[in-house]
């Protein structure tokens, strides 16, 4: 039984790791690259969401250091969701910003009241499958540059978010 206010499945990672699966399944039948890219864009949605709502949580209005950590990292997620958005749109593709079935469950505000530790645990288990997420679209992307490169670029910012949430759980444990 869980204690109240606490968090029970990991929603932010099973949707990312939905996204990879879904994008592993496009890679695999030579989708087109729109639909790829929306996958990941759908997955920096997630990644603004749940770091906006964490920053705005009750642990984060009473840990600054929680809040802009936080809050740097969406900004972070969030431009990456515009990169992708504009590389769509340069593809001819449509961006859909609707991100079905994401929106407002991966952390509500309140149910997150001295859960921190878990929250960083959560965010580290789903930053790692965004990297392996993008690892595996920029080695799909070998023969367009352009895409490839905005996809190493967010790559490398997502290997820091990584370092970043082992520092934010390091430092909450001690
Ligand atoms: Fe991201
Ligand atoms: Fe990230």
């Known amino acids: 039984m869980m204690e109240h206010g606490a968090i029970g499945e990991n929603h932010f990672l099973a949707d990312v790791k939905r996204l990879r699966v879904s994008a592993q399944a496009m890679m695999a039948c030579s989708a087109e690259p729109v639909g790829l890219l929306q996958a990941a864009m759908s997955a920096e949605i997630a990644c603004v969401l749940r770091y906006s709502l964490i920053a705005v949580s009750a642990d984060g209005l009473e840990n600054e250091w929680v809040a802009t950590e936080c809050a740097a990292q969406a900004a972070d997620e969030r431009n990456h969701m515009v990169r992708l958005a504009d590389r769509i749109t340069e593809l001819g593709g449509k961006p ?79």
């Open 96 to 174: 859909d910003y609707f991100a079905p079935g994401l929106a407002l469950r991966h952390i509500a505000p309140e149910a997150s009241k001295g859960c921190l530790p878990r929250l960083f645990a959560e965010n580290l288990a789903a930053e790692q499958c965004v990297i392996e997420l993008y690892r595996e679209l920029s080695a799909h992307f070998a023969d367009d540059p352009k895409t490839r490169a905005i996809l190493d670029e967010i790559l490398a910012d997502e290997e820091t978010h990584t370092s970043d949430m082992e520092d934010l759980l390091n430092t909450q444990l001690i």
